[in-house]
Structures are given as structure tokens and as C-alpha cells.
């Protein structure tokens, strides 16, 4: 007995994908940056220092004096000098008043004309320590101001770049069934 067989045969569908990988690119650009350093601001002032030195008295040793100290002196000497020969005078004067006592114009004569003789001595001239000094001292005062450094910044965005991918479907073959009857 022969039976009746059914006979299937498939084709399977097969499907063809095409496919292009996206594609993504970045960039960072470096941050644009601007430095600068303003120089300090530097302020100075000074008081100069000063010496005094008087040398009046050094240069009136060498005999090298103002006019006006040498006017005085000589006023000065002038009027010693006059004291001294009216006290001569009034003293010549009681000696001859009293001339019983064996005094004579002789004796006033020689009085006055005998000198005694000078003593030769090295004198040294400038001393030292008859210079007057002051001295004033100077001052320096320095004033730094610091300046703050300009800084500018940018930051730059970064550079993306996309190219989506696409994933193309076709059908590369049909799927197909076929049925038969054998006997």
C-alpha cells in the first residue's frame, strides 16, 4: 500500500546587511593663555648724610683769620696794651714822686728798655683736636608695591565630529516553500 507522502521543501530567506561603521572624531584645543607680569613699582628716597667741620681755630693757629676775629683781637690787644702803659705811667709817676728814695730817670729809662730775650721753642701748629665736627646722618627709605600678574584664559571647546553609521538591509535571497504529493 502505497501511502501518500508529503514532500516540503524550504529555501531559506537570507538577508544581505551592509553596514558602515560611524565614525566620531575630537580635538581638544589647548586653552588659550596670556600671562603677563607688570613690573614692580619701586619708590626711593634718600636724605643725604652731612659733615661739618669747623677749622676756625685750626686756621687761626696758622694765622690765617677772618678780618673780622682779627679786628677784634687787635681791639682787644689795643685796649690790654693801653691798660698796661696808663698802669706804667701811674707807677713811673709814684716812683718820681718819690724820687727822695733813690730813684732815678735812670732807673725808669732801663726799666724800659731792657727786654728779656726770647725763648726759641718748635711750636706745633693745628691741632687736632680744636676741629669741631657733626655729622647728621642720612636716611634711605625704599617703598615696593608689588603688582598682581595679568592672567587671561580661555578655555576652547573641544572639536567633535560625527559621521553616523548606516546599516543597509536587502534581501539577498527569497525564502521559498514547495509542497508535493507523491503517492
Do not use: C
Amino acid at each position: 500500500m502505497n501511502i501518500p507522502q508529503l514532500q516540503i521543501q524550504t529555501t531559506p530567506a537570507k538577508i544581505d546587511l551592509q553596514v558602515t561603521k560611524p565614525v566620531q572624531e575630537i580635538q581638544q584645543p589647548k586653552a588659550t593663555l596670556s600671562i603677563e607680569q607688570p613690573a614692580a613699582i619701586l619708590e626711593m628716597s634718600t636724605t643725604r648724610p652731612q659733615l661739618s667741620l669747623d677749622t676756625t681755630e685750626n686756621r687761626a693757629d696758622l694765622d690765617l683769620k677772618s678780618v673780622f676775629r682779627r679786628t677784634s683781637e687787635n681791639a682787644q690787644y689795643g685796649m690790654q696794651k693801653v691798660q698796661e702803659g696808663a698802669g706804667r705811667r701811674a707807677q713811673e709817676g709814684q716812683q718820681l714822686m718819690k724820687i727822695e728814695n733813690g730813684a732815678s730817670i735812670a732807673d725808669i729809662v732801663k726799666q724800659n728798655t731792657e727786654r728779656p730775650m726770647a725763648d726759641m721753642q718748635v711750636k706745633f701748629v693745628g691741632d687736632r683736636t680744636k676741629v669741631k665736627m657733626s655729622f647728621s646722618e642720612g636716611s634711605l627709605d625704599i617703598n615696593v608695591t608689588p603688582q598682581k600678574p595679568k592672567i587671561d584664559s580661555q578655555i576652547n571647546k573641544p572639536i567633535h565630529n560625527y559621521t553616523p553609521g548606516k546599516v543597509s538591509v536587502e534581501m539577498a535571497q527569497y525564502g521559498s516553500i514547495q509542497i508535493d504529493w507523491k503517492a
